[in-house]
């Protein structure tokens, strides 16, 4: 008896060690008198590491439930001081969806830009604005839940393009604050020069997988509604209703295509302006133009990889010298640093169209929900 | 491939505090760090992988809702998540059903393996180790998936347990070497199957 107590000691001074990563035979050679009994024993033991899952499986679910958790931290931790709640509307709401979109209508309401369900829950949200008439909460509450939307898809580092509205609130260099969100400026996003602090705006930005918000374009509420009277001049929703760019998910940059390979041009080159590089990157790494090296502007259609192998250098190279952290993260009317300048330039990128396609997505590529990297509806 | 937690301690306990503070990061960095043990956990203890994923997520969307409450986590981050997880099982299957365990009869012997005992406990795949696992009582196996499978240290396991730490001593050594046994019958089949 008392033995037996002595070797459940020694068990579990062994598993211990074990557990801080010391091997089997290290802990045999500490109790030699009692090796031929422990050693079976732990053999045993350590089936149980056997009996793991595959990898792949444990990714595979963690991908899936990373959402759910993603959205629920994003409304029940505050991120900010000013709680949001979705209040009163909701019951009404899941009424009126189960009405038109049956279940669904429901499960998309947890879906973010770039999932499968988000069309239909942005359908859901103009209905509801119908139903509810001239009553100014349901159009708070949805703009709330559009923030919720943000920030979840910056607690998961995920890359997407998104859309909102609000008043600037902060405006410190590079660094705004729209509508609560912290909003990164760049040498590339319009409408910087004509905004004032305390202006609605309407912001499309990019979130990216530092977690960081990139605006691209900020227009002013009142200018692009006299340019472009919105299709439902009820008094009350002005703000029901966000023009395509910003109540959509744009698809990601377009994979490199075959056609589109892009040759070296040696006598084209251009001069180097701090103003006209590429964007600074929030954390503090500044892009310097490399000698020899010229400013691109990103044509519509151009992957970082085409550009890589069209000026001879490596994609990783490309990411370093422009402090850019996703390759996918790039956009049309971006300006990049290369080794040379790509020879079949296509037509300089159109000036920005603040407003234009209202209510649209007609004029572009659908989304293509861009399962590819979220992987978060795939069935088993 | 194994995956193992080892103590981190105060890098835990900093995670935890910004989880509190509202610091949605952190919760994704926590769901991160600790999702593969969770599920491994409840894997191990449920036959259906669909089952295991479904309890993971309710685990972590308790700890999101928890995180402002009384019942958030204070001291061991990890502990209360596998208590929660451990909590999440019994409710799953009721208090009064048992847990899925299997007999010998249902497993199928496999290809002729003479080595000697260890030689076997070492060849063994994931369905047989799961088999052999499943065969222990429902506390035999947790013990040894926390403490071998998870590296939690004895008064962790006996937090989550609920149970005294002597307990847990003699707990898993009879889980050890009632697994030998079970492994030892195993190995006699295959040599005579």
């Given at each position: 008896?008392?033995?037996?107590?002595?070797?459940?000691?020694?068990?579990?001074?062994?598993?211990?060690?074990?557990?801080?990563?010391?091997?089997?035979?290290?802990?045999?050679?500490?109790?030699?008198?009692?090796?031929?009994?422990?050693?079976?024993?732990?053999?045993?033991?350590?089936?149980?590491?056997?009996?793991?899952?595959?990898?792949?499986?444990?990714?595979?679910?963690?991908?899936r439930v990373r959402l759910q958790i993603a959205q629920a931290a994003?409304?029940?931790?505050?991120?900010?001081?000013?709680?949001?709640?979705?209040?009163?509307?909701?019951?009404?709401?899941?009424?009126?969806?189960?009405?038109?979109?049956?279940?669904?209508?429901?499960?998309?309401?947890?879906?973010?830009?770039?999932?499968?369900?988000?069309?239909?829950?942005?359908?859901?949200?103009?209905?509801?604005?119908?139903?509810?008439?001239?009553?100014?909460?349901?159009?708070?509450?949805?703009?709330?839940?559009?923030?919720?939307?943000?920030?979840?898809?910056?607690?998961?580092?995920?890359?997407?393009?998104?859309?909102?509205?609000?008043?600037?609130?902060?405006?410190?260099?590079?660094?705004?604050?729209?509508?609560?969100?912290?909003?990164?400026?760049?040498?590339?996003?319009?409408?910087?020069?004509?905004?004032?602090?305390?202006?609605?705006?309407?912001?499309?930005?990019?979130?990216?997988?530092?977690?960081?918000?990139?605006?691209?374009?900020?227009?002013?509420?009142?200018?692009?509604?006299?340019?472009?009277?919105?299709?439902?001049?009820?008094?009350?929703?002005?703000?029901?209703?966000?023009?395509?760019?910003?109540?959509?998910?744009?698809?990601?940059?377009?994979?490199?295509?075959?056609?589109?390979?892009?040759?070296?041009?040696?006598?084209?080159?251009?001069?180097?302006?701090?103003?006209?590089?590429?964007?600074?990157?929030?954390?503090?790494?500044?892009?310097?133009?490399?000698?020899?090296?010229?400013?691109?502007?990103?044509?519509?259609?151009?992957?970082?990889?085409?550009?890589?192998?069209?000026?001879?250098?490596?994609?990783?190279?490309?990411?370093?010298?422009?402090?850019?952290?996703?390759?996918?993260?790039?956009?049309?009317?971006?300006?990049?640093?290369?080794?040379?300048?790509?020879?079949?330039?296509?037509?300089?990128?159109?000036?920005?169209?603040?407003?234009?396609?209202?209510?649209?997505?007609?004029?572009?590529?659908?989304?293509?929900?861009?399962?590819?990297?979220?992987?978060?509806?795939?069935?088993? | 491939?194994?995956?193992?937690?080892?103590?981190?301690?105060?890098?835990?306990?900093?995670?935890?505090?910004?989880?509190?503070?509202?610091?949605?990061?952190?919760?994704?960095?926590?769901?991160?760090?600790?999702?593969?043990?969770?599920?491994?956990?409840?894997?191990?203890?449920?036959?259906?992988?669909?089952?295991?994923?479904?309890?993971?997520?309710?685990?972590?969307?308790?700890?999101?809702?928890?995180?402002?409450?009384?019942?958030?986590?204070?001291?061991?981050?990890?502990?209360?998540?596998?208590?929660?997880?451990?909590?999440?099982?019994?409710?799953?299957?009721?208090?009064?059903?048992?847990?899925?365990?299997?007999?010998?009869?249902?497993?199928?012997?496999?290809?002729?393996?003479?080595?000697?005992?260890?030689?076997?406990?070492?060849?063994?795949?994931?369905?047989?180790?799961?088999?052999?696992?499943?065969?222990?009582?429902?506390?035999?196996?947790?013990?040894?998936?926390?403490?071998?499978?998870?590296?939690?240290?004895?008064?962790?396991?006996?937090?989550?347990m609920d149970k005294s730490i002597s307990a847990v001593k003699s707990?898993?050594?009879?889980?050890?070497?009632?697994?030998?046994?079970?492994?030892?019958?195993?190995?006699?089949?295959?040599?005579?199957?």
């Amino acid at each position: 008896m008392v033995e037996q107590e002595q070797l459940q000691d020694i068990l579990n001074d062994c598993i211990d060690r074990l557990g801080r990563g010391a091997s089997l035979e290290d802990c045999l050679t500490s109790y030699p008198a009692y090796a031929n009994d422990l050693r079976p024993m732990l053999e045993a033991g350590v089936v149980t590491r056997r009996a793991y899952a595959p990898v792949s499986e444990v990714v595979e679910a963690q991908e899936r439930v990373r959402l759910q958790i993603a959205q629920a931290a994003a409304q029940r931790v505050p991120a900010a001081p000013v709680s949001r709640r979705p209040g009163r509307l909701f019951a009404a709401l899941a009424a009126i969806l189960i009405m038109a979109f049956g279940v669904v209508g429901v499960l998309a309401q947890g879906s973010l830009p770039g999932d499968a369900l988000y069309g239909t829950k942005r359908l859901s949200e103009t209905l509801v604005n119908i139903v509810a008439g001239g009553s100014q909460s349901p159009e708070d509450q949805f703009a709330e839940r559009r923030l919720e939307e943000i920030e979840a898809l910056l607690a998961l580092g995920r890359s997407e393009t998104v859309g909102f509205r609000g008043e600037i609130e902060i405006m410190q260099g590079a660094i705004w604050r729209v509508a609560g969100l912290s909003l990164s400026i760049t040498p590339e996003t319009t409408g910087v020069e004509g905004s004032r602090l305390g202006e609605r705006v309407d912001v499309t930005a990019r979130t990216t997988a530092s977690s960081t918000l990139i605006a691209q374009t900020i227009i002013p509420v009142e200018t692009r509604e006299l340019a472009e009277p919105l299709p439902e001049p009820d008094e009350d929703s002005d703000e029901a209703v966000m023009p395509s760019p910003t109540a959509t998910t744009l698809p990601n940059s377009p994979e490199p295509s075959a056609t589109e390979t892009p040759v070296p041009s040696p006598t084209q080159t251009a001069t180097a302006s701090p103003a006209g590089g590429p964007s600074p990157s929030p954390e503090g790494c500044t892009p310097v133009l490399p000698p020899g090296w010229v400013i691109y502007t990103i044509q519509p259609g151009n992957t970082l990889s085409g550009l890589a192998s069209a000026t001879n250098t490596t994609i990783d190279d490309l990411l370093a010298v422009n402090c850019l952290e996703d390759a996918r993260f790039i956009v049309a009317g971006q300006r990049l640093y290369l080794p040379a300048q790509p020879a079949v330039q296509p037509p300089p990128p159109p000036p920005p169209q603040p407003g234009g396609n209202p209510g649209g997505g007609g004029s572009r590529p659908p989304a293509n929900n861009n399962d590819d990297d979220d992987g978060g509806d795939d069935d088993d | 491939m194994i995956v193992l937690v080892l103590p981190d301690i105060p890098a835990e306990d900093r995670l935890l505090a910004r989880a509190r503070q509202g610091d949605q990061q952190a919760v994704m960095e926590i769901y991160e760090y600790y999702f593969p043990p969770i599920y491994q956990f409840l894997r191990l203890r449920v036959s259906d992988a669909q089952m295991a994923e479904d309890i993971a997520s309710e685990v972590f969307l308790k700890f999101v809702n928890a995180l402002q409450g009384r019942s958030a986590p204070r001291k061991t981050l990890r502990g209360w998540l596998f208590r929660v997880a451990r909590n999440e099982l019994s409710n799953h299957y009721g208090k009064s059903s048992k847990m899925p365990t299997t007999t010998l009869d249902d497993w199928m012997p496999a290809p002729v393996d003479t080595d000697p005992e260890v030689q076997f406990m070492r060849s063994l795949n994931i369905e047989r180790s799961r088999h052999a696992l499943r065969m222990l009582s429902s506390e035999q196996q947790e013990v040894l998936v926390l403490r071998f499978g998870q590296a939690l240290s004895l008064e962790e396991t006996a937090d989550v347990m609920d149970k005294s730490i002597s307990a847990v001593k003699s707990l898993q050594f009879r889980a050890v070497n009632t697994l030998r046994q079970i492994l030892s019958q195993m190995r006699l089949e295959i040599d005579h199957g």
